[in-house]
């Protein structure tokens, strides 16, 4: 069956289209309109920005409709100290390098490694002596002839005195007789000079420490012809004691004391050595600006001459409030804080900075330490805007 749609034209004369649709269709066109018009109010219903709601502590322009709430906390004063940092190379404190002291000749035997402990005169090296021990031998008979030779003087003297009162003989025979016997006497002297010397020389074969230590290099090996300027045999820390030459620049040398306590911490270790600086440089460097501190150390086996390490020295303390590094805020004027006053109103107060670690930052001046400080989201209040705080402690 079709379907006509008539129209009326302009004359009065009625119209007929045949190509109209027939009611069926339109009907499904008006579902399908109304559908796709739920689903759009569907999607728009979820898909909706949803009302923005204001935070107070972030400022978009929009008023606080609840006053927010903060953390504050009374910091007090604490003992801030000074710390300077600074890194460098470790080294023996008083090195002793140890050497031939006499003639020398074949090494025979070495006693000591690197590491070992000596004490003052321990032998760390002998040297051959065969032929200097023959000659001390001789030398050794000659004062046992010497002495003979003045003990038969002696006597030929006593005899003589007690003849000469009987007049058996001249007191000019006496007197010759008292020469020999003083010329007997200085031989001997002299052959133990002679043998004293030699004992002596070949003592100082042996190749001794001056004073008690750790050896720290040896370089010598048994076999080796050693002899006097050959150079360092030995190497030895006195009585093991370290040092660190620490480098500063130029501005922290000058605050930096003999006798300000420190730690050092060798490359590859976690644990802190304990000791105290015992010279400041007297001189910087033209080219890097730059000082040595020398840091007195105990024997530790961290402590390795030549290694790299790092130190923390103590250039001295104050008494100042400490504040975590968020609470403390910046801007063109200058360092501030917010604190909450009696009626819990937020009120800027400048502050001047000092030390800052990795405790938090000290207050130069500015607080007395009995403020409430506001200690997080001071960027997104204002002065005079009313708060709610909260007291909390800080953690050191």
């Known amino acids: 069956m079709n379907y006509e749609t008539s129209t009326i034209d302009a004359d009065g004369r009625l119209l007929t289209d045949a190509s109209a649709p027939p009611p069926s269709r339109r009907k499904r066109w008006i579902i399908a309109v109304v559908l796709v018009l739920v689903a759009a109010l569907a999607a728009w219903y979820f898909l909706r920005p949803k009302p923005v709601e204001v935070d107070p502590l972030k400022g978009n322009g929009a008023r606080a409709t609840q006053i927010p709430s903060i953390s504050v906390a009374v910091p007090g004063r604490d003992t801030v100290r000074t710390i300077i940092s600074g890194t460098g190379s470790l080294a023996a404190r008083r090195e002793m390098p140890i050497g031939v002291v006499g003639e020398g000749g074949l090494v025979t035997r070495v ?6 402990w000596v004490r003052a005169g321990q032998v760390l090296a002998t040297v051959d002596r065969s032929v200097q021990a023959e000659t001390a031998e001789s030398l050794a008979a000659q004062v046992r002839v010497a ?4 003990e038969i003087a002696e006597s030929e003297l ?6 000469v009162d009987r007049g058996f003989i001249s007191k000019a025979d006496v007197e010759r007789r008292t020469a020999t016997r003083d010329a007997a006497r200085a031989r001997v002297s002299v052959a133990e000079a002679q043998l004293g010397e030699t004992r002596a020389r070949n003592r100082r074969l042996d190749i001794r420490s001056p004073a008690s230590g750790l050896v720290l290099a040896r370089a010598v090996e048994p076999g080796q012809i050693v002899g006097g300027g050959q150079g360092v045999l030995f190497r030895i820390a006195m009585d093991g004691q ?3 030459r620490a480098q500063l620049a130029e501005s922290d040398l000058v605050r930096v004391r003999a006798g300000a306590p420190a730690e050092v911490t060798p490359v590859g270790s976690t644990t802190a050595v304990k000791g105290q600086v015992w010279q400041v440089s007297p001189i910087i460097d033209p080219q890097t600006r730059q000082g040595i501190a020398r840091i007195a150390l105990p024997y530790a086996e961290s402590l390795r001459p030549g290694g790299f390490a790092s130190a923390s020295i103590v250039a001295g303390a104050a008494v100042a409030p400490q504040l975590p590094e968020s609470a403390v805020l910046s801007d063109g004027k200058g360092n501030f804080v917010y604190i909450v006053d009696a009626k ?3 009120v800027r ?7 800052v670690s990795d405790r938090g930052v000290s207050i130069a001046s500015g607080l007395d330490g009995t403020e409430r400080i506001v200690l997080s ?4 209040l204002a002065p005079g805007q009313k708060v709610k705080p909260t007291l909390v402690k800080i953690e050191r």
């Open 242 to 244: 370290m040092e660190m």
């Open 147 to 150: 002495r003979a030779d003045a």
């Open 349 to 355: 107060r400048d502050v001047r900075i000092g030390e």
């Open 344 to 346: 819990n109103q937020v």
């Open 377 to 380: 989201a001071g960027g997104f």
């Open 111 to 116: 006693l000591v490694e690197p590491g070992s």
């Open 158 to 163: 006593t005899r003589a005195q007690q003849l």
